[in-house]
């Protein structure tokens, strides 16, 4: 198809791939969802890290967070971890007394992206004399800087000690293939190298006057990733300006995401192929390139129509540049990004297939196989491929759903480790603790720049979302020391439940009827139990922190008609977590959960259980219909009690719902108990030794083993 095509090809082909990319997810609205959800991650981490006394800010970068990913794309989630108890240096009067200070260094092995870091001294201003930590080297001349191999050192001794894997891509570091955590500096000025780009000559009015004025102000982070041809790459770490980029992709439109969207497609299902792994374009290079052409083209090539005309704009630039060989950097023109990713032989590879997409008009998108866009685009019922193709809401629902949950599983996962810096506590320490970190987190104010008015909006739901889990802990372990010492229960308690009562679903308002069935107010705890049924009906979705779980259909049907809010607490049910400190508003049974190491349990759990481990964590659809057996067994209400068991047997036993049940041992266990109480006690022993070969340590099936065959 190489020459002359009709002005009309480019403009219905345009059309044609914007509603292909529709169909995957690329709109305002999808875009909108993703960006939420990743700055609340983001800014959740902050809040978490800042509150537990943690010197670090997480940042997340790429694909995910700016919203420019399909779900056939596979995006990882590229997040920076950023030392704030660190005071980067770009001249020495900028010294801080008690930090660990670190000067940028320009060394004269260092290429136009990279520096080195002295170390200087905590308590003067002047150059560190001694090796402070095993990641200090001193040089030839004796000056003594900071090695950036440590965060690879500490991610794999961290990996070992869970027993899980390693992972290494460059810089980032990661024990999950989701993730790629890269730990950062951050310094507040940009150094030298960007200076220029603030003042050469620019075509259009992007970006502007304000946006270069934000970038200023925003910095720099430094990346542990020395040069590739550097013999000194473990003392050199890289420049790396991504809140100035994330910002610019902020301020695009969704057309320029349509660009960049369908060049990370072409370089994955097109050009990549092509260089046979000789080489690589990345999408960091598509992300320039979009970068220079946003700056370059007038607005009125930015329209749906044009959209062809863009592209072939952008992989023209990118075959320029495999020309002269030198791939620019957007803000720091001297870099070249080919560097390190393509040799001159390679760059003339991908000239040539740069050339052959270019001069067939983009028709080599109907071969991308990622997410079928080539068979959306051609739009041919007679393709066999189209019975792979999804309608655009069932797409929609499938992102939002993912979305929904994940940000809900952060949520949790911050609230644990939250808890975890108190485990060990009293529940009259525990209490305090609670409310001082209740009273005081309106005046925990993270430091964000003007620019981040999105994250500083999202700190004030993270506030109220925080306080209400908080409540919900200290409303249970106030009203546990009143029961333990047969105190009344006073309004107060009462007030804190009530504030937190809507942190989801279920699992503060089971956590109230638990309270009030171990007070004896059973047809109280019933009226409660009665409301969570009502409430948890089919499209409500069960979390639990760590897994990012697969939404169930009818809650991605009920997200789809939400606005940006991801979270969605009306619509899910975590899992009743009871600390050892509120073991008087639990049902006795549980308390072997909080107990459940048998000999040398302990020393089999990873990190990451060492603390949960001594808690009573159970999934809330069991532990309504087990709180419910109990209730209705007290009240004498002999048909709702066996009612409940039944539920409870389907919701552990039904083949077609065991998948969808969170601490399945833990859940049970509850129904073996039931089983207990009913008499049926050879079935109980049974159920419990089939859950110890299911999962023999640390579970308490073990302990109910021995209690019910006297050993």
């Known amino acids: 198809m190489a020459g002359y095509v009709p002005v009309w090809f480019y403009n219905v082909m345009s059309l044609r791939l914007i509603a292909a990319l529709e169909d995957l997810g690329v709109t305002e609205l999808i875009i909108g969802r993703r960006r939420h959800t990743f700055l609340q991650d983001e800014s959740l981490f902050t809040w978490v890290e800042t509150i537990c006394g943690r010197p670090s800010v997480c940042y997340h970068f790429g694909s995910m967070t700016e919203g420019t990913t399909t779900p056939g794309m596979g995006s990882d989630i590229d997040t920076l971890l950023c030392d704030i108890n660190v005071n980067i240096m770009t001249v020495r009067p900028s010294w801080k007394r008690g930090k660990q200070n670190l000067l940028m260094v320009k060394h004269s092995t260092c290429s136009p992206q990279h520096y080195r870091l002295q170390e200087i001294r905590p308590d003067l201003p002047l150059p560190q004399t001694f090796l402070g930590s095993e990641f200090s080297v001193r040089d030839a001349d004796g000056i003594i800087y900071r090695s950036n191999r440590g965060a690879r050192a500490f991610m794999r001794i961290y990996a070992a000690n ?80 991504s809140l100035i980029e994330r910002h610019f992709m902020f301020s695009m439109h969704v057309i320029h995401m349509h660009c960049y969207v369908t060049l990370k ?82 760059r003339a590879r991908l000239r040539t297939v740069l050339g052959i997409i270019i001069e067939n008009h983009l028709t080599p998108l109907a071969f991308v196989k990622t997410d079928n866009l080539g068979v959306r685009l051609l739009n041919n019922v007679n393709t066999v491929a189209i019975r792979d193709m999804s309608p655009r809401r069932a ?212 990190p990451n259980e060492r603390v949960w481990m001594n808690w009573a964590v159970v999934d809330a659809r069991p532990f309504l219909h087990y709180l419910q057996y109990l209730t209705f067994r007290d009240l004498g209400l002999r048909h709702r009690q066996l009612q409940a068991l039944r539920s409870l047997r389907e919701s552990i036993l039904d083949g077609r719902r065991q998948h969808q049940v969170f601490h399945y041992e833990t859940a049970a266990n509850l129904l073996a108990h039931c089983w207990e109480m009913e008499g049926r006690i050879d079935d109980a022993l049974r159920l419990y030794l089939a859950l110890q070969t299911y999962m023999p340590r640390n579970n308490a099936a073990n302990l109910h083993i021995r209690r019910l065959t006297n050993v």
């Open 162 to 241: 869970i027993n899980m894997p390693y992972f290494n891509a460059g810089p980032s570091h990661s024990i999950s293939e989701m993730y790629d955590i890269v730990p950062t500096y951050r310094c507040g000025t940009l150094p030298v190298e960007c200076e220029s780009w603030f003042t050469r000559p620019r075509q259009g009015i992007w970006p502007t006057q304000e946006m270069l004025q934000t970038a200023r102000e925003l910095g720099c982070f430094l990346i542990p990733d020395g040069h590739c041809d550097s013999e000194y790459s473990s003392l050199e770490w890289r420049v790396s300006p």
């Open 265 to 346: 497609l072409l370089k994955k299902d097109i050009i990549n192929p092509y260089l046979n792994g000789d080489g690589k374009l990345t999408s960091f290079h598509c992300k320039t390139a979009l970068f220079y052409a946003r700056e370059q083209l007038v607005s009125e090539m930015w329209t749906a129509d044009r959209l062809f005309d863009c592209i072939l704009y952008c992989l023209n630039l990118i075959r320029d540049w495999t020309i002269s060989g030198h791939f620019p950097h957007y803000i720091m023109d001297e870099v070249n990004l080919f560097d390190g990713k393509l040799n001159s032989e390679q």
């Open 395 to 606: 797409v929609y629902q499938k992102i939002t759903g993912f979305l929904s949950v994940y940000g809900n599983v952060f949520l949790a996962r911050s609230i644990r480790n939250i808890l975890e810096e108190a485990a060990d506590n009293t529940p009259d320490e525990l209490c305090l603790y609670l409310h001082s970190l209740i009273n005081a987190m309106p005046f925990h104010q993270l430091h964000r720049h003007g620019s981040e008015q999105v994250l500083s909006r999202l700190d004030g739901v993270n506030i109220d979302y925080i306080s209400m889990y908080l409540q919900q802990h200290l409303a249970s372990t106030a009203a546990s020391i009143c029961l333990q010492h047969d105190m009344h229960i006073g309004n107060r308690i009462l007030s804190w439940y009530s504030a937190s009562i809507d942190t989801d679903v279920a699992s503060t308002r089971l956590k109230l009827a638990s309270m009030l069935y171990c007070k004896g107010d059973l047809q109280m705890a019933a009226n409660v139990l009665d409301d969570v049924e009502r409430r948890y009906d089919n499209s409500v979705q069960a979390i639990m922190d760590p897994f990012v779980v697969k939404p169930s259909k009818v809650f991605t049907e009920v997200l789809y008609e939400g606005g940006t809010d991801v979270l969605f607490t009306n619509k899910v049910a975590f899992c009743v977590r009871y600390l050892r400190q509120e073991a008087f508003c639990v049902p006795p049974f549980l308390h072997y959960e909080m107990a459940r190491a048998v000999v040398d349990d302990i020393q089999h759990r990873d």
